[in-house]
């Protein structure tokens, strides 16, 4: 069976999704069509890293009448030099500057996701989107997209994987950061499925190669759907 097209990564529907990567943009769509079986309803555009994210974002909406009507950001909360303790508190503080006086932001952050509308008599009526956050991996921690995929692992393989990737790099034959563990650890498992050239998290996704995906992945699917219907009035 051929293998569906996948929409380009640099969407600019009036529903979009702004993500730090094309691996980013491909594990999404790989998630949406698992859950709903079908493309997802809204665009989706790689900003290439967590600065194009926010810069993005400023842009859109420094717009007189923004594009976007529902505008979604998907940031990591591994800001360097962040800890357990503040690397959520970091990214709020870098999204309430590029929110400005037009949206107001709770006083912490949601863990099943943040989703907000504009303060009315802001602008005029209608000209802003909504806008929807998730910080990698649970809206709570510090990590990464590979931090929630590192969930979907069963016990055995993740334990297992996560300890020969520790080795490797007390073995000298690794040297990733610690911040990348996960990443490293995600890397790693990928590498020994079949097939085992498979370098992209959708395609892995797409192939099965995580287990417990879909429960794993529940929330931050709840969250997009919450965010992306449609508006009314």
Known sequence: MATQAVRPCKSDDESLL???GRNDCNAVFQLVRLRHGADP???IFDCENDDGVLDQLSSRLAQPIPRQKILGLILDADIEGS???DAVLRRCAQLKE???ADYKLPASFPETGLIVDPLPGRRAAGSLPRIGVWLMPNNKAFGMFEDLLLESLGDR???YTSNVVKR????QVASYHESHLSKSVIRTYMAWQEPPD???LGLAIQKGHFQNIEAACAQFLDWLGR???PLTG
Not at 168 to 171: G, L, N
């Open 83 to 85: 800890t357990e303790a």
């Open 227 to 229: 965010l992306f219907v």
């Open 168 to 171: 490797a790099k007390t073995d």
């Open 157 to 159: 393989e993740k334990d």
């Open 98 to 100: 590029r929110f400005g």
């Open 18 to 20: 702004l993500v730090e």
């Open 198 to 200: 498979v370098q992209y």
């Open 41 to 43: 309803a809204f665009g």
